[in-house]
């Protein structure tokens, strides 16, 4: 096969066509909301002698309820007047996955979010806001931001060993946030960057954005007084810097573990949040107990003082070792019958994710879960990697590749730089070793 050379302007054509279906896909997600909305609104499927639009969906066309009342949360969140069949401008750029796990985010939180957060980053906005977080560690944006680089040693070291203006802030920015996204949790504050702004939200008040030439004036009032080059950490901090490595922070970076935007998938099945849907079509959130370790992330440090060596845990697990299960098994048996359950209340929803904890944690091992062997990693080519997925598991890898810049669309058209992908090694998840 002859391949052509592609000019500029095709390579720019070609993105924006991409960009176009795209956001295609995501405008169906809201004209199916919007029909079955009409369908319960009206009572149509009486017509055909269903009893419910839930009995209706599953029959008609193999919806399961929670698929349904998805479909129609997405119409009637993020709908033009919330009741139409095109999707608002300010959410056009966002992805599928997104716009599910923002389904259970207060309107203000939502401005938070940018095409380039991950569905994890969202996720742990979410976990920030259930519970509220103890003072004393980060109770002003200061003291956020001196945590943060108390965090990023390096960081520091490195803005404090070159010199910026205003007119040089995007180099800043790359310096700080590398990957062009990143969170940051501690203390009362959640803060998300991006390459255009920085915004962070102290518990339980509005989201506020924040300039990078504001972040960066913030930084210079803490640490101009100690600035020393790469010394800077140490003069300011001082201690020793291989403790400082090993203290752990309270970020999430998500750069390195790109979550996958298969907009083509069914919504529904991608181990999001659920939306209860009741008979008369209001909905009620029923988020999922998180893994294992997850809501203790922030005490790790004190109840590793407490409890001998042997007792510790790592703070992060992935969803393999914790036994987070797939959407269709959170689904309880009620939810996976014809009529969508009725509204839950705050507490019935926070026993059922309790319970749902419960039992992950008491599953026993299997021959397919077996514990870690700390050191031990099964390292192999990514084509042997992807001969163990199944179709859609193959798809969601390959977008997650596409996303995280491992393959782009321009190396598709290259047969050499596709072996050299397939050939690289990569542990048994399917991330990358090189």
Same mark, same amino acid.
């Given at each position: 096969m002859e391949y052509v050379q592609m000019t500029l302007d095709d390579w720019v054509q070609m993105k924006q066509k991409l960009r176009q279906e795209l956001i295609g896909v995501k405008q169906s997600f809201v004209r199916i909301g919007y029909a079955l909305r009409q369908i319960d609104d009206q009572k149509l499927y009486e017509n055909d002698g269903y009893k419910s639009i839930a009995e209706f969906a599953k029959a008609e066309y193999g919806l399961e309820a929670s698929t349904t009342s998805r479909f129609i949360s997405i119409n009637r969140e993020y709908s033009i007047d919330g009741y139409s069949e095109h999707l608002r401008p300010e959410y056009t750029d966002l992805g599928r996955s997104q716009l599910e796990e923002m389904l259970k985010l207060p309107d203000s939180d939502r401005q938070m979010i940018q095409p380039e957060a991950s569905r994890e980053d969202i996720r742990e906005l979410k976990r920030f806001n259930k519970?509220?977080?103890?003072?004393?560690?980060?109770?002003?944006?200061?003291?956020?931001?001196?945590?943060?680089?108390?965090?990023?040693?390096d960081i520091l070291n490195e803005v404090y060993s070159?010199?910026?203006?205003?007119?040089?802030?995007?180099?800043?920015?790359?310096?700080?946030n590398p990957a062009g996204n990143r969170s940051y949790k501690k203390g009362l504050y959640f803060m998300m960057m991006y390459e255009n702004r920085v915004t962070i939200k102290k518990f339980g008040d509005?989201?506020?954005?924040?300039?990078?030439?504001?972040?960066?004036q913030l930084m210079r009032s803490i640490f101009d007084e100690d600035a020393a080059g790469t010394r800077t950490w140490q003069n300011h901090f001082g201690g020793d810097d291989e403790a400082q490595e090993n203290e752990p922070t309270g970020e999430h970076t998500t750069a390195e573990t790109p979550e996958s935007e298969d907009d083509n998938a069914a919504v529904g099945e991608t181990?999001?949040?659920?939306?209860?849907?009741?008979?008369?079509?209001?909905?009620? @959130?029923? $988020?999922?107990?998180?893994?294992?370790?997850?809501?203790?992330?922030?005490?790790?440090?004190?109840?590793?003082?407490?409890?001998? $060596? @042997?007792?510790?845990?790592?703070a992060d697990r992935s969803e393999e070792q914790t036994g987070e299960k797939s959407l269709g098994e959170q689904i309880a048996p009620a939810?996976?019958?014809?009529?969508?359950?009725?509204?839950?209340?705050? $507490?019935?929803?926070?026993?059922?994710?309790?319970?749902?904890?419960?039992? %992950?944690?008491? %599953?026993? %091992?299997? $021959?397919d879960k077996k514990p870690e062997i700390e050191g031990i990693e099964a390292y192999k080519t990514r084509k042997e990697y992807m001969n163990t997925l199944t179709e859609q598991e193959m798809a969601d890898y390959m977008t997650e590749e596409h996303h995280s810049g491992r393959l782009l669309a321009s190396d598709l058209i290259f047969p050499e730089k596709i072996r050299q992908w397939l050939s690289g090694k990569v542990d048994r998840y399917g991330k990358s070793q090189s």
């Open positions: 519970t509220e977080p103890a003072a004393g560690v980060a109770d002003d944006i200061s003291q956020l931001i001196e945590k943060f680089f108390e965090d990023n040693k070159n010199e910026f203006d205003e007119e040089s802030m995007s180099r800043f920015a790359e310096i700080v509005t989201p506020k954005n924040m300039s990078w030439w504001e972040f960066y181990g999001t949040d659920e939306v209860e849907e009741t008979e008369s079509g209001s909905v009620a @959130d029923n $988020e999922p107990a998180p893994g294992a370790g997850e809501e203790q992330k922030d005490d790790s440090t004190d109840g590793d003082t407490d409890r001998g $060596e @042997d007792n510790k845990e790592p939810q996976k019958s014809a009529e969508i359950p009725e509204e839950s209340e705050p $507490e019935s929803i926070e026993r059922e994710e309790n319970e749902a904890q419960n039992i %992950e944690e008491n %599953e026993p %091992e299997t $021959e």
